[in-house]
């Protein structure tokens, strides 16, 4: 093997990994492919139930339940309410279908179970 020049070992090198390149990129073609398939399969056997539910006929929708009013949030100025819900509007109407409009009617803050979780854990790991 010391035989070999440094110029047919950078040969050697070089096709090993122009191969794996291809081979990798040719697996990523064939699962894209698979995944292709799949998706139009399970479209059409979903756009099949949903043909199957417009025959029924249509029923008078509930009424809507009454809003709840919402507890009192902690003071925060006016605009940064604004903003935070212009921008929750954006984020709503740009992940939506662009046939429906949507309305923001309230923005709250929810409180986080890991964020308790944590504050609890870091109280209890302190001695007081």
């Known amino acids: 093997?010391?035989?070999?020049?440094?110029?047919?070992?950078?040969?050697?090198?070089?096709?090993?990994?122009?191969?794996?390149?291809?081979?990798v990129f040719l697996v990523l073609a064939v699962l894209i492919l698979i995944c292709s398939v799949m998706g139009k399969i399970f479209a059409s056997a979903v756009g099949g139930k949903k043909t199957e539910k417009k025959a029924e006929p249509k029923q008078a929708p509930a009424p809507a339940p009454a809003p709840v009013p919402a507890p009192a949030a902690p003071a925060v100025q006016a605009e940064d309410e604004d903003e935070i819900a212009a921008v929750i509007a954006a984020v709503v109407a740009a992940m939506g279908p662009a046939k429906k409009d949507f309305i923001v009617r309230r923005v709250r803050r929810v409180g986080s179970k890991w964020g308790s979780a944590a504050r609890e854990e870091i109280l209890s790991s302190r001695n007081f």
């Open 1 to 23: 093997m010391e035989n070999i020049s440094f110029g047919l070992k950078f040969g050697n090198s070089l096709l090993v990994m122009v191969v794996g390149v291809f081979v």
